[in-house]
């Protein structure tokens, strides 16, 4: 009986501290809303009983942000966010009275603010978007372009707190939106610091997790562990630690009750993007990747799939020194916690820490566009989300003999985290898309539009290769590019989100890793012509054949002519051959050259 009047008291308490917390973030909202309202409303006196009425507010905190607009805006933008508001409670109040587990209730709770928080948002960016299409109705005015630029910056930054505020699912989601290109810049650009900053869980909670999943406390599992978190991520932590054996390990933790507030948050976004879709439907058309998103956190959410990915790749590139992934310690490893090597090694981003470890930030590009090059023409099986925390850079433990006696330079070595998330690329797809950058190499227009279109359909038949093509859109004249545009259908958000939803999904997926992988490369000094001759050559191998145990290879347009197949291989020797030629003689000057004495 004292057990669970014990219980009943602890859950009891945590019910009024959430309620608190909830009723604390509103009475913070609705005063920061007032406030707001207090600057535009021109007068003191109404300023000051601004302020002093919204501290009696309680859930109808919103309907302030709409003081000075018209009552049917009003109404329609504060309506849907309040039902969002409410459905999300009544949805953590319909969940905890299901939950058995205690910390299932307590995630669940806890999420009502982050809900709160996040339906905030929604109200304010709604209403300042219907505010920039009343006072600026041309959106082809110079004026509504700088404004709504405008308008875009300060609600990216606003959602950026959000985020971080609200953690887990949030940041997740942000990260997603920062790499696709149908999202504005403004936002892309603000959220992707999302990439980096995530604070690290409380070790209480990793304790916690510890005992669930391997039966035994840190002290026990482990010969030494440290507290602090080494690194956190959206969904876990990562703390080092050393076995009994000597070996020093990385463990990585999913947050307490991660998957009950998964549950929760998911919905509340869900929530949200239908709001935003119904109010805006000429702009906001990326419900599709809240899907892709939920399809991808059960994935991600299973450590013991993130093992097998890790030995998949690994048996895909056996035999080459300059890839590998962490060794995974199976007896320390569950669905929620994973015990790997320990690796050493700076960021695929940071070019000092190279060049302090005589590693060449050039030599690591190249190396990077073929690692994922090979991926994804020849295994057809690619790491989803390689930014560059998930991608350390060391000298290689054995150097070749051209790095050891002809350069001063050290081999590079990439080793790749996270493995969480990958994508396995359809057969015919890979074969389609290794002859589309075949047929870049030969500059076959009509080849690559026919292959275009047997990929992304007739709407992006054309715009497909243009995207795709070393250069991009920027190499296309303006008029040539507003033509491609209006052929596929594509004048606003709206549309080229609706473009994107109707592609295949793996071949979104592509892109957004590739636009990651270039973004990187490119950052590291790899000029185009790296990521033609690179991507070609493994294009050229995975064109060749068919992974189906009984498929054939299906050339398009002029592929099917043997002849223009050995014309592009005979291209891509000669591409490869001269680009060898090129570096060894520059290393072999570098290496002849005195070195300058020092005084």
Sequence with gaps: MSASCLAWAKSTSAYFHIAAKSFSTLQSLAISSAKHTAVHAGSPKQSKSTVLQACHFSCNYSSQAAVNVQPTVKNRLSLPFALTALSAGAAAVYFVSRADDDVAVFATLHSIPRTLQAAWWGAQASLAYKQVMAQYPDTTS???????????????????????????????????FSTIQAVPKEYRKTLEVLQDQV??????????????ELGAPASQLFAEFEPEARAAASLAQVHKARLHDGRQVAVKVQYLGLEAAVA???ATLSALSTVAAWLFPKSFELGWVLDDLRRNLALELDFRLEAENAAKLMHFFRGRRNIT????????STKRVITMEWVEGCRANDQESMQQASIRPKDVAVLLLDVFAEMTYVHGFVHADP?????????????????????????????????????????????QYCQLWCSFVVQDHQTAVALGTAIAGKRGGELLPAILRPGGLKQVPPEERKRLRSNAGVDNLGDLGKLLEALPRSLVEILKVSATVRSTASMLGAPV??????NAVHALHGMAYSKDAEGAVEYIGDLQSRTTRMRISAAICALRTWSWLSATVKDIHIWLRPQPTVL
């Design 264 to 266: 929760a948050d998911m």
């Design 199 to 212: 604070e690290p869980g409380p070790v209480e909670d990793v304790a916690q997790v510890l005992q669930r």
């Design 325 to 332: 992934a962490p060794a995974v310690i199976p007896e320390l």
């Design 529 to 534: 012509t790296d990521r033609l001759r690179v």
């Design 387 to 431: 930014h560059p925390g998930n991608i350390l850079v060391r000298p290689a433990p054995h150097q070749g003999f051209w790095w050891r006696h002809f350069t001063k330079w050290k081999q590079p070595q990439l080793v790749l985290l996270d493995h969480g998330l990958y994508l396995t690329i359809p057969d015919k797809l890979r074969q």
């Design 142 to 176: 110079q004026e509504h372009k700088d404004f709504i630029a405008q308008t875009h910056q300060q609600l990216a930054t606003k959602l950026l707190h959000v985020c971080q505020n609200n953690g887990g699912v949030y940041i997740k989601a942000a990260q997603t």
